[in-house]
C-alpha cells in the first residue's frame, strides 16, 4: 500500500474514534441522567441531561454526515427538553421527527417533545405526540408513553383517564401520580387502599408529599397522616425523608387549626433526628404550635423564653429564620409600641391570624370590648371573641343585642341590612393604619389632557400639566390670527417641529382667495 493511502486510513481512524468518543460520552452522560431520575434526584438528573445534549449537539455539528448523526440530534433534542430547555429542544426535535428512519429514534423523540408540549400546558400537542408511542413494541418508551398520556389526560381534567393511564405505566413516578388522580377524580378510599401497594414500590418522596397533600385537602389531615403512617410501616427510609414527610404531616395539622395533633408530629422528628436542620426547624414549629395551644399571655411569654434559648443554640439559618420571625410577632404582641385604639385592636388580630392562637386572641378583643365600651368597634371585637371563645358566645351575643343593638357588626351578625357596616370599617382601616381604595383612587388619575378634536393649530392644545395647575397660569400671549408665531430670539427652527399654517381669516374679503391648507 502506498504511503498516502496508508495515511489517509490511519486519518479517517483517528477521525471516526473521535466522533465516536463524543457520542460514547453523551450516552454516558444520558445513562448517568436516567440513574438520578431513578433515584429521585431531579436537580442532577437535569445536569446531567444538559450535558449529554452539548455533546450530542457537538457530534451532530461536526459530523452531520456521519452514522452517528441522527442519534445524536435525537439525543441532542432529549437533553435539552428533559433539562428544561425546551425552547432550544424544539428545532432538533422537529428535525429528527422528519429525518430518522429508524423507529426506536422516531419514538424517542417523539417523547421528548411530548414532555416539552406538556411543559407548555398543551395536552392536545403533547397527546398527538404520544399516539403511535403508547402502543410502541419497547416496554420502556410504552411505559413513559403512558405517564407522559396520563399527565396530559390530568392537564385537561380528565382525571379518571389519567388514573387510568398511570396504571399501565411502570415509571416510579406513576403509582403516587396515579393516587393523585384517583384523589383528584373523587376516588380517595381507592387512593388510600393504593397506598399499601405503593409503598413497597420504588421511593420518591416528592411524589409521595404532594399525594398526602392531595389527600388532605379533599379529606382532611387526619386522613393524610394516616396514610403516611402506613406508608412508613411498609418501607425502611433514610432518617432525613422520613423526618421531613413527618415535618410536612405536622404542617398540614397546625394549618387546619389542630395545634396538638401538630405538635405530637414535631416532635416525632425532634426525636427522630435531633441534630439535624429538620430537627431544629421541628423544635421552633413546636414553640409555634405550644403558641396556638395557648390560653393567655403567660403562656406566650413562657414560650418567647424557650424560643430565645433555641436560636441561642443555633441550629441551621432556615431553623433560625423562622425563630426569628416567631420572636417578632411575640414582640409585636407582648411589646405593643402604645396603647391607643388601632393597636390594641391589631394586637388581637395578630394573635388570632398569625399565631393561630384563638384563645388569646378571643381574651385580647374581650378585654378591648371593656376598656372601650363607647368606641364603635367595641361591637367588632365582641363579634370576634364570639367566634373564637365558643363556649361564651351566648352570652356575647346577648351582651351584643343588649348594648349594641343598632351597630352595624350586629346588624351584620344578624343578616339584617347595614348601610353604615361599610363606613365603620373603613374607619377601622384607616385606625390600624391600613389604606383603603377610595384614598387610593387619586394616584390613579390620568396626567394626560384629553384630546382636543377638529384641525389643529398653534397654541390651541393647553399643556398637560395646565389641567391640574392649582394656580392659574399667566396668559401666554397669542399670535396675532393669520400670522405665524414669532420665535424668541436666538431660538432654532426644529427640523422636526410640525409645519406651522396661519389660520384663515373669518371673513375673507370680497375677491379674495380663501386659504384650503
Known amino acids: 500500500m502506498k504511503r498516502g493511502s496508508i495515511l489517509w486510513v490511519a486519518l479517517c481512524g483517528a477521525v471516526s474514534c473521535v466522533y465516536y468518543n463524543a457520542m460514547w460520552r453523551a450516552e454516558h452522560f444520558a445513562t448517568e441522567a436516567r440513574r438520578a431520575e431513578a433515584r429521585g434526584s431531579a436537580l442532577e438528573a437535569r445536569s446531567w441531561w444538559a450535558r449529554a445534549a452539548e455533546k450530542a449537539e457537538s457530534v451532530v455539528a461536526h459530523h452531520p454526515t456521519s452514522r452517528w448523526a441522527d442519534p445524536a440530534l435525537v439525543l441532542q433534542g432529549e437533553g435539552l427538553a428533559r433539562s428544561g430547555a425546551c425552547e432550544r429542544a424544539a428545532a432538533p426535535l422537529a428535525l429528527a421527527l422528519r429525518r430518522a428512519s429508524a ?42 408513553a403512558a405517564l407522559l398520556a396520563g399527565r396530559a389526560a390530568q392537564l385537561a381534567g380528565d382525571y379518571a383517564s389519567a388514573a387510568t393511564w398511570y396504571g399501565r405505566s411502570a415509571e416510579p413516578a406513576a403509582g403516587p401520580a396515579r393516587a393523585r388522580a384517583l384523589v383528584a377524580a373523587g376516588r380517595t378510599a381507592e387512593a388510600i387502599a ?9 421511593f420518591r418522596e416528592d411524589d409521595w408529599a404532594a399525594l398526602f ?14 396514610t403516611l403512617d402506613r406508608l412508613l410501616a411498609g418501607r425502611r427510609l433514610s432518617p432525613g425523608a422520613r423526618a421531613r414527610l413527618l415535618l410536612a404531616d405536622g404542617d398540614r395539622f397546625l394549618a387546619a387549626g389542630e395545634a396538638e395533633a401538630a405538635g405530637a408530629r414535631y416532635a416525632e422528628v425532634t426525636r427522630l433526628v435531633p441534630d439535624s436542620t429538620e430537627g431544629h426547624r421541628a423544635r421552633v414549629r413546636q414553640s409555634r404550635a405550644a403558641a396556638a395551644r395557648a390560653e393567655g399571655l403567660r403562656d406566650l411569654v413562657a414560650i418567647r423564653a424557650d424560643l430565645t434559648r433555641l436560636a441561642l443554640g443555633g441550629g441551621g439559618s432556615a431553623a433560625a429564620a423562622e425563630a426569628r420571625s416567631l420572636e417578632i410577632l411575640l414582640r409585636l404582641v407582648l411589646d405593643p409600641e402604645d396603647p391607643e385604639e388601632g393597636t390594641a385592636f391589631r394586637t388581637a388580630e395578630t394573635v388570632r391570624d398569625s399565631l393561630r392562637a384563638a384563645r388569646v386572641a378571643g381574651r385580647l378583643f374581650l378585654a378591648f370590648a371593656t376598656d372601650r365600651p363607647a368606641s364603635i368597634f367595641a361591637p367588632k371585637a365582641v363579634v370576634a371573641a364570639a367566634a373564637l371563645l365558643p363556649e361564651a358566645r351566648d352570652s356575647l351575643i346577648a351582651v351584643l343585642a343588649a348594648r349594641y343593638p343598632a351597630s352595624p357588626y350586629t346588624l351584620a351578625l344578624r343578616g339584617e341590612p347595614s348601610p353604615a357596616f361599610a363606613a365603620a370599617e373603613d374607619s377601622l ?3 390600624l393604619g391600613v389604606e383603603t381604595a377610595a384614598s387610593m383612587e387619586p394616584r390613579f388619575l390620568s396626567r394626560v389632557a384629553p384630546p382636543v378634536p ?6 390651541l392644545d393647553p399643556p398637560a400639566s395646565a389641567v391640574f395647575a392649582t394656580t392659574p397660569a399667566p396668559a401666554r400671549p397669542r399670535a396675532p390670527r393669520g400670522e405665524l408665531p414669532r420665535r424668541p430670539p436666538g431660538a432654532r427652527e426644529r427640523d422636526d417641529a410640525p409645519v406651522r399654517r396661519p389660520l384663515p381669516s373669518p371673513s375673507p ?9
Not at 393504593?194 to 420504588?202: I, S
Not at 374679503?509 to 391648507?517: A, C, E, F, H, L
Open 103 to 144: 423507529e426506536a429514534l422516531r419514538e424517542r423523540a417523539a417523547l421528548a417533545a411530548a414532555e416539552c408540549a406538556l411543559d407548555a400546558n398543551d395536552p392536545t400537542a403533547a397527546d398527538r405526540h404520544l399516539a403511535g408511542v403508547t402502543t410502541s413494541r419497547d416496554a420502556r418508551r410504552r411505559s413513559r
Open 509 to 517: 374679503s370680497p375677491g379674495q382667495p380663501r386659504d384650503t391648507s
Open 429 to 431: 382601616a384607616r385606625a
Open 454 to 459: 377638529g384641525p389643529r393649530g398653534p397654541l
Open 213 to 226: 397533600d392531595a389527600v388532605a385537602r379533599t379529606a382532611g389531615p387526619e386522613a393524610a397522616s394516616e
Open 194 to 202: 393504593l397506598v399499601d401497594t405503593l409503598a413497597r414500590r420504588q
